[in-house]
């Protein structure tokens, strides 16, 4: 029976780690409502078209693209959430490959307003044009959070 050793150079390769701090000119708590209805029913492809989300904003709480009729596709489970601090999530995320994320949003007040810690971390197969593009996606989502609360301080 042949065995197969990884090298590190393998390893790293089955792993994603992104990090990003969002700073926001709303309170935590307007914030944290945002990110919930941005993961939720808000959730918008760059174009506009909506990604019918749904998050159920409890521990073990389902994420799910809800595409009607019993369709959908699977995103992961509320791991934690502690309102207005932390949400976090477990699972392949947007990605049909065997691999498992963990997404952490820790929320903090800052001078002005609130400031957001993101990292996604994951382990598994992710397939190089699904890397390139998780940054942006990851960005998109972000922007239209920090838009979304600072326009909800304004109101």
């Known amino acids: ?9 393998s390893i790293s390769n089955l792993t994603l780690n992104i990090e ?6 709303a309170p935590i708590q307007i914030t944290f409502e945002s990110l919930l209805e ?5 959730c918008k492809r760059p ?42 999530i477990c699972g392949p995320l947007f990605m049909s490959y065997p691999v498992i ?8 007040e800052i001078p002005g307003g609130t400031l957001i810690k993101f990292r996604h971390s994951a382990l598994g ?11 942006k996606g990851w960005g998109h989502m972000h922007e239209q959070t920090r838009a979304r609360a600072e326009a909800k301080r304004s109101q």
């Open 20 to 25: 990003e701090e969002i700073e926001v000119r």
């Open 38 to 42: 941005q993961f939720g029913a808000e």
């Open 1 to 9: 029976m042949a065995s197969t050793a990884r090298s590190a150079d």
């Open 47 to 88: 174009d506009g078209e909506s990604l019918q989300m749904k998050l159920e904003a409890w521990p073990g709480g389902r994420v799910y693209r809800d595409l009607g009729n019993g369709n959908g596709h699977f995103w992961g489970n509320v791991q934690a959430i502690k309102r207005p601090s932390l949400l976090e």
């Open 101 to 108: 994320s963990n997404v952490q949003y820790r929320l903090s």
């Open 125 to 135: 197969f992710v397939p190089d044009d699904i890397r390139e593009g998780i940054n």
